[in-house]
């Protein structure tokens, strides 16, 4: 999905769409998995409100940034190597903060 994105911004609304799906679905399964109610209901919750923000002001040239960091995430997970997890997210999160803040 990450090499059909088109860096001149002509991308097919479809594959936009896709992306952001798989881009909710990470944060909700990562969420979940943290076995929280309370956590879980408060994220879906907020990421509803979330979601709406980012389909009306959020660049689709984002989300290959966003894919490349979760892959990262993903990757870090897979081996079971806790502090490159870590790492991963917390460069995810601040990057994710730079994006909403258009810096």
Known sequence: MLRRFDGGGQTDPRLIDAALQADWGMHDMIVESVGNRIMTTAHRQNFDK????????????????AMEEHLAIIAAMKARDPGKAAAALEQHLRAAERRALGM
């Open 50 to 65: 979330i979601k709406m923000i980012r389909l009306h002001g959020r660049s689709p040239r984002y989300l290959p940034l």
